[in-house]
Nanobody, 126 residues
């Protein structure tokens, strides 16, 4: 499984960006997808996650109400719409996937994911 994140860039505080993550794999519609970010000198942190159908979404408290995760299973793509961006949102954003899961799952734990994309830089200027 390969993931390709795109859509990062430089934006002023208060602006918006939409990240995309194109994913290979014939059964993308069954995958759990997540977004994480890592700022310089900090650990990678969970941002948002979405289950296979899009019926369940999860967000870090720091982005709740500003970011929206969604997916298009026909296009094998997951999106992260980021609004009201703040300088503290500056980071490299990574998409990740867990291709099989059942029962209890851990969308906020980076170790739970199996595959990762290469990351896309988001820089928010004040």
């Amino acid at each position: 499984v390969q993931l390709q994140a795109s859509g990062g860039g430089l934006v002023q505080a208060g602006g918006s960006l939409r990240l995309s993550c194109a994913t290979s794999g014939r059964t993308f519609s069954t995958y759990f997808m997540g977004w994480f970010r890592q700022a310089p000198g900090k650990e990678r942190e969970f941002v948002a996650g979405i289950n296979w159908s899009g019926g369940a979404t999860y967000y870090a408290d720091s982005v709740k109400g500003r970011f929206t995760i969604s997916r298009d299973n026909a296009r094998n793509t997951v999106y992260l719409q980021m609004n009201s961006l703040k300088p503290e949102d500056t980071a490299v954003y990574y998409c990740a996937t867990r291709t099989y899961y059942s029962g209890t799952y851990y969308p906020k734990e980076s170790s739970w994911y199996e595959y990762w994309g290469q990351g896309t830089q988001v820089t928010v200027s004040s």
